[in-house]
């Protein structure tokens, strides 16, 4: 088994390369925009605030990351206050962060070296919308979206848990997936986003437009190689959407019963499963039913579809807790993907969790690791769909005992076939499929040339770094 500290890396970004004279300089060249509707925040419990995600998700990167702060955070709201950051910023060698709604869980919009915090959520301009797709600034909700779309009878076909709070540029350069991935996908498949706009940090900053294969560098990309201003995105048939809560007497039975749903000619938005042990920790998920054993199973299906699912349910041994239609607030999906990991957190904190794309047979992968860990793991699985097969995705909880102990559960699910995502790591690599993507190391050289955003998240850029210094 190798040893923990190869599972998790962190990367040794070197020393700062810029001084609290140059961030000063930066707000005051900045300072003249605030008249536009530009914000410069410094106060340090702002700054604080908004230096943090979800990390603490992972005791790994609580420690590694509790000191890094920026120094000054810009909320710029036109694309041109944007391109004024990025020259100020390049002219004085000073890093940018790039965040959005700040729900991502791996550290993404945490910065490393300081600097200055580039949040994006005043870029909240709907640009256009048609029957197929739309255009939106990066730091438009999802929730406001959909809204826009409804009346040309569409919907955006993928979502995060956060839907109410996240943006879409945060969503597109650190989620991956969501409600809506049993049948989209992941972003990053091909077709899922269509186009960005983006700014270059450069002492003249440029704009491009790029479309298709150009943008998929960017995508899921921490925000290391270039500010994603605006994203162009397909959208999915409107539908009227129900909500089911069900519970089943085994997570084998959920397992079967969500595979015979899948297998069925049904609009299927979401499927997502749920054993015992998070049941009874996540309240919502019993439906008022606390004292009904079993395990749980969330759907969202359309409405032309639930006297299907009903004769599914009844060949299953299974029970329908809860229907109703889908909304924005105290929606089902906001127990689902990592706000399961949020609502079992809140009820004990001693749980973190992994990311995991299952073998296309998973009972074996549930099986061992069940025995491996007995009491110490909770399974929640996500139905996807990867390279165009049905799959599993699993987010199980494990209870933290230690870096070895964690790592010796991510050795076994390598072994036993599955793929795997860290959320323990800070680098787009090792929080991905671990190699090193040479497009986005290019993408950066030719949008970032100087290394500013977001510095210390892409290994490939720090590898080339080191390759061009030479042998210490």
């Not at 914000?39 to 000191?67: C, F, G, H, I, N």
């Not at 909700?141 to 995060?160: F, K, T, Y």
């Not at 964690?406 to 787009?428: K, Q, R, Y």
């Amino acid at each position: 088994m190798r040893p923990a500290r190869d599972v998790f890396p962190f990367p040794s970004v070197g020393p700062r390369r810029h001084d609290p004279a140059a961030v000063a300089a930066v707000a005051q060249a900045l300072t003249p925009l605030q008249a536009d509707g530009l914000r410069l925040m410094v106060k340090p419990e702002e700054r604080r605030r908004l230096s943090r995600d979800a990390y603490d998700y992972s005791p790994v990167l609580t420690p590694q990351l509790a000191a890094a702060e920026a120094e000054l955070v810009v909320c710029p709201t036109t694309v041109e206050q944007v391109k004024a950051v990025a020259a100020a910023c390049a002219q004085r060698h000073v890093p940018i962060t790039m965040r959005g709604a700040g729900t991502g869980n791996y550290g993404q919009a945490v910065p490393l070296l300081g600097g200055v915090l580039l949040t994006m959520t005043g870029l909240r301009t709907i640009r256009s919308t048609t029957a197929d797709r739309f255009t939106a600034e990066a730091g438009c909700r999802l929730a406001a979206i959909d809204e826009a779309l409804a009346p040309h009878g569409v919907e955006q076909r993928l979502l995060p848990s956060t839907y109410r709070t996240a943006t879409i540029g945060g969503f597109v350069a650190g989620g991956s997936g969501g409600v809506g991935s049993v049948g989209w996908g992941f972003l990053q498949n091909p077709g899922n986003v269509l186009g960005m706009d983006i700014v270059t940090v450069e002492p003249r900053p440029r704009r491009h437009q790029l479309m298709g294969d150009a943008a998929a560098p960017l995508n899921h990309a921490y925000g290391t190689n270039g500010i994603i201003v605006a994203l162009t995105m397909p959208t999915a048939p409107l539908r009227r959407w129900q909500e089911l809560l069900v519970v089943t007497p085994s997570l084998e039975h959920s397992l079967h019963l969500a595979n015979q749903l899948r297998m069925a000619a049904l609009p299927i938005k979401e499927l997502s499963l749920y054993d015992q042990r998070i049941v009874a920790m996540v309240r919502p998920l019993q439906g008022g039913a606390a004292d009904m054993d079993g395990c749980r199973l969330i759907a969202i299906v359309a409405m032309e579809a639930m006297e299907t699912v009903k004769t599914h349910l009844g060949q299953h041994n299974a029970q329908l807790l809860l229907r109703r239609p889908q909304t924005v607030a105290g929606s089902l999906r906001e127990l689902t993907w990592n706000h399961t990991t949020l609502h079992a957190r809140a009820a004990d904190p001693a749980w973190t969790y992994l990311q995991l794309l299952l073998p296309p047979e998973p009972a074996a992968v549930l099986q061992a690791l069940s025995r491996q860990q007995g009491d110490g793991l909770a399974w929640h699985l996500e139905a996807v769909r990867s390279q165009g097969e049905a799959r599993w995705a699993a987010l199980p909880l494990l209870r933290w005992q230690g870096a070895d102990g964690l790592a010796e559960v991510m050795e076994t699910a390598l072994d036993l076939g599955c793929t795997l995502f860290n959320p323990h790591v800070i680098t787009v690599e090792d929080g991905g499929l671990g190699v090193v993507d040479t497009d986005q190391v290019q993408a950066k050289q030719a949008y970032d040339p100087a290394g500013l955003l977001n510095p210390g998240k892409l290994r490939g850029w720090l590898e080339l770094e080191a390759a061009k210094q030479g042998p210490a």
